[in-house]
């Protein structure tokens, strides 16, 4: 498939099941809500290394916050329950609680339930206080600037996390640039976080490695540096390779994402240096979530 | 088609029980069969019909309406154990209205005596009138009040309202009398007009959501001028009641703590406007 003189490769991204769940966080203004959100967000790239995929969602006016101030929706994605649990309340805690005037309230309906003020309360040393409001428990603990406010659970909800693709261009900067509008489109999509700095990954990994203590390393077949000296996917032209990874809530949200992403990148044609997109999958056998490219841009009407 | 309604037809000497008249206890049962039930009147028993007049159509399942009109202060226990359904009562009603209240609606255009909403767990009771002693109580030999819903009074509330609250809301237009919030464990009660001696007396947790001073009692230990955030969350859930407490905005608040003589956490909030 080719779209405006881009081409889109006949392969897929390879995408895993994972846990997630949104938090809202809310502050005197919009400033001091992303600086909780940034912290909260912060280290939190890949589970490989993190424990958690972590990211702002969206902006949130304070119409569509709980508290009636401003705030921002962060979605937290891991492998597990148990993990996804313990990061929140990890980050919650050394983040959220210490941010003046930050409030955190649930983003997410589901039954299950995870801790997100709940224990935090403790801080309190037996000051705090909880208050049920229309069925919901909040958390009112005592601190230096006033009062940290917590609803006491958010919901968890299945996620898929792994969406990707690569974009292939003529030099290092051509590659950046398509991504950095791409992820501009792509914010806009809900339920979807691009967890890497800034959106963007320049290493992506395969499985595995030469070395016994590594279960990932470069994927050297797009490393455009070893084209002539590994099984490059690159082809002469191809000088620097992007990545794009989605976490969201469902399939839908992903390949929309992607859809809206590649979209963008097409948009600007031949003259921007991107010649072909690509996607990272490990062969199919290891994700069970499985995004065509070509699929998903023909659902978009390429 | 007309609901169900009962019509008070004599001055009662003596208070009567009507736990049974409820839109649970009366679905698919015919007008005869209401009529000939018994209502507990101190030592001996009425039949409904003898002590109301009975219209309507009966009721097919417990989530309809049952109307009572000119009701007076000697029918108790109105709207008793209810979990679904509504009463729209005109006039007075005695004492324990809402009685272990468990969902549903109950609104009582007029006064009640004493005990409305005693051990309340779920649901809406409004008084537009005034109320009696122990509003959201708990029933002797219990050791805890209300346990969740919503009471709405438009008029005054008398002495004790709240004692012993578990959880839930209380709402007073005009004045609360003394031991507002006496022995409460947790929940909030909210009164726009004065309340009397010993606000908060015994309280171990919960809230006195308050707009005109109270006379603080000694144990209560005032903790300044602050600007709480929690109470724009707490005014939402106001926002869906007809009350002026639907009004109130401010959250800035002096704020008492105490009882210091129980080592209680609870509060009492004075909105600043």
Redesign the interface.
């Known amino acids: 498939m080719i779209i405006n003189n881009i081409q889109i490769d006949d392969t897929f991204a390879e995408a895993f099941n994972m846990r997630a769940t949104r938090v809202i966080l809310t502050a005197q203004n919009l400033k001091w809500a992303y600086h909780a959100a940034n912290a909260m967000t912060g280290f939190a790239t890949s589970v490989i290394g993190c424990g958690v995929e972590a990211g702002i969602e969206d902006e949130l006016s304070e119409t569509e916050t709980?508290?009636?101030?401003p705030g921002v929706s962060v979605l937290l994605f891991a492998m597990g329950s148990k993990v996804l649990m313990q990061q929140l309340e990890t980050r919650m805690g050394q983040c959220v609680l210490t941010c003046p005037t930050a409030?955190a309230f649930a983003g997410i309906n589901s039954e299950d339930q995870i801790n997100l003020g709940k224990n935090l309360r403790f801080f309190g040393d037996?000051?705090q206080?909880?208050?049920?409001?229309?069925d919901k428990r909040?958390w009112?603990v005592p601190v230096m600037d006033?009062?940290f406010?917590c609803e006491e659970t958010t919901g968890m909800v299945r996620a898929i996390g792994g969406g990707n693709f690569l974009i292939l261009a003529t030099s290092q900067s051509s590659a950046l640039a398509a991504a950095e509008v791409a992820i501009e489109a792509m914010k806009k999509i809900p339920n979807v976080i691009m967890p890497f700095p800034g959106g963007v990954v320049r290493s992506g990994s395969k499985v595995g490695s030469k070395y016994k203590t590594m279960f990932a390393s470069t994927n050297d077949a797009f490393c455009p540096t070893l084209k002539g000296v590994t099984n490059s996917e690159l082809s002469a032209e191809i000088e620097s390779v992007m990545e794009i990874v989605i976490d969201g809530l469902c399939f839908d949200d992903i390949a929309s994402a992607m859809r809206v992403g590649i979209t963008t990148i097409c948009q600007l044609g031949e003259s921007s240096g991107v010649k072909r997109i690509s996607a990272g999958n490990y062969g199919g056998k290891l994700g069970p979530h499985h995004f065509k490219l070509q699929e998903i841009m023909q659902a978009g009407g390429a | 088609m007309s609901t169900l309604t009962f019509r008070l037809k004599k001055d009662l000497a003596h208070s009567i029980n009507c736990a049974a008249l409820t839109p649970e206890n009366l679905a698919g049962k015919s007008i005869p069969d209401i009529a000939s039930l018994m209502l507990s009147n101190g030592r001996s028993e009425l039949r409904v019909d003898a002590v109301f007049e009975i219209s309507g159509q009966p009721i097919t399942h417990g989530l309809q309406t049952i109307h009572f009109k000119d009701s007076s202060c000697k029918l108790d226990y109105l709207g008793a154990h209810i979990t679904s359904g509504s009463l729209d009562i005109t006039g007075d009603v005695g004492a324990y209205l809402g009685f272990n209240l468990n969902g549903g609606t109950i609104h009582c255009h007029g006064n009640s005596s004493a005990f409305a909403a005693c051990n309340m767990v779920k649901g809406l009771l409004m008084i537009d009138g005034n109320t009696g002693e122990f509003l959201g109580g708990g029933s002797a030999g219990q050791r805890k009040g209300m346990r969740g819903g919503t009471v709405l009074v438009k008029g005054n509330a008398g002495d004790r309202a709240g004692d012993q609250m578990r959880?839930g809301l209380i709402l007073i237009e005009g004045n609360a009398g003394d031991y507002c919030g006496s022995r409460m464990i947790?929940g909030?009660i909210g009164v726009m007009g004065n309340v009397g001696m010993y606000a908060g007396f015994n309280m171990k947790?919960g809230?006195l959501l308050l707009l005109k001073k109270p006379a603080v009692h000694a144990t209560m230990q005032d903790c300044g001028m602050?600007?709480?955030?929690?109470l724009?969350?707490?005014y939402?859930?106001f926002s869906k009641l007809d009350s002026q407490f639907s009004r109130l905005h401010s959250q800035r608040v002096q704020r008492w703590v105490g009882d210091a003589a129980c080592n209680g956490?609870g509060?009492i909030l004075l909105i600043s406007a």
């Open positions: 709980p508290d009636g101030r409030a037996g000051f206080t909880s208050k049920l409001i229309t909040y009112r006033g009062e406010l | 959880r947790a909030t947790h809230t602050h600007t709480l955030p929690f724009s969350l707490l939402q859930s956490n509060e």
